[in-house]
């Protein structure tokens, strides 16, 4: 019964929200950030707050709603990182955030977990000379199983992006690629517009070699078409086409 009183109280909170005319806030990521339980690295997911009043403003913002999988904490960072028991910015006895005209900054949630699920957290946004003008947005993490890349080969010539296999596809493919030396690597993709539509490295240390990765574009719902994969490591980045068929 508590859950549900909580989950009617929150639908209420989010239906009422008013779009804020002297200040902006509002998710930048997917509305589904994607990471792998294989890594302590944090699976991020971004929002904005902008000031647009002429003169300086103090915000706050509040994490009402942290739906984690057990085991799973996130914490919010906003200038500098609060610990995951912190669910205002900024905590007391600090003051609310103060931002000059026009000025936008980064919030950004950190989530940490080592089994496989979706969480969900939700971040109300307001001014505090005016606690009835706010804004309230979503933040979704889900986190797979990290089997999805192989690793065949420690031996390597240099860096590589090949073109995946096979290609077209439906609904999985292999994308192959090898990297000298031990890094961190970011593996996205994106449609023909240019909006990411999936991450499935996101900055992964990986030990020098050649290395498989499994894609399953039904685990994105994505539909037929055109889409792009690119790989980000310290000192090379590449993109290749790939075709998906239903």
């Not at 030990?207 to 690119?230: P, R």
Request: glycine share 6%; with cysteine; net charge neutral.
């Amino acid at each position: 019964m508590k859950n549900i009183l909580t989950a009617i109280a929150l639908i209420i909170l989010i239906s009422g929200s008013v779009s804020a005319q002297n200040f902006d806030f509002h998710r930048i990521s997917l509305p589904i950030v994607n990471g792998d339980t294989s890594t302590t690295i944090p699976t991020v997911t971004y929002g904005t707050l902008t000031n647009n009043e002429s003169t300086n403003q103090r915000f706050k913002l509040i994490r009402i709603l942290n739906n984690l999988p057990p085991t799973w904490i996130s914490q919010m960072c906003f200038g500098q990182c609060f610990g995951s028991e912190i669910d205002t910015i900024y905590p007391y006895p600090f003051d609310a955030i103060l931002m000059s005209p026009g000025e936008t900054d980064t919030l950004s949630i950190d989530v940490f977990g080592s089994t496989i699920g979706t969480g969900t957290i939700v971040i109300k946004a307001f001014n505090v000379t005016n606690p009835g003008q706010y804004i309230v947005d979503t933040f979704k993490v889900h986190l797979s199983a990290p089997n999805a890349i192989i690793g065949n080969s420690s031996i390597v010539n240099g860096y590589e992006l090949r073109q995946n296999y096979p290609n077209p596809f439906n609904p999985s493919t292999i994308i192959n690629f090898s990297i000298p030396k031990s890094q961190k690597v970011t593996l996205k993709v994106y449609n023909i517009l240019g909006n990411e539509v999936a991450t499935l490295l996101n900055n992964r240390q990986l030990s020098a070699g050649n290395y498989d990765y499994e894609f399953d574009a039904n685990a994105y719902k994505l539909a037929t078409g055109l889409y792009i994969y690119k790989l980000t490591t310290e000192n090379f980045t590449d993109t290749k086409k790939m075709v998906l068929t239903k």
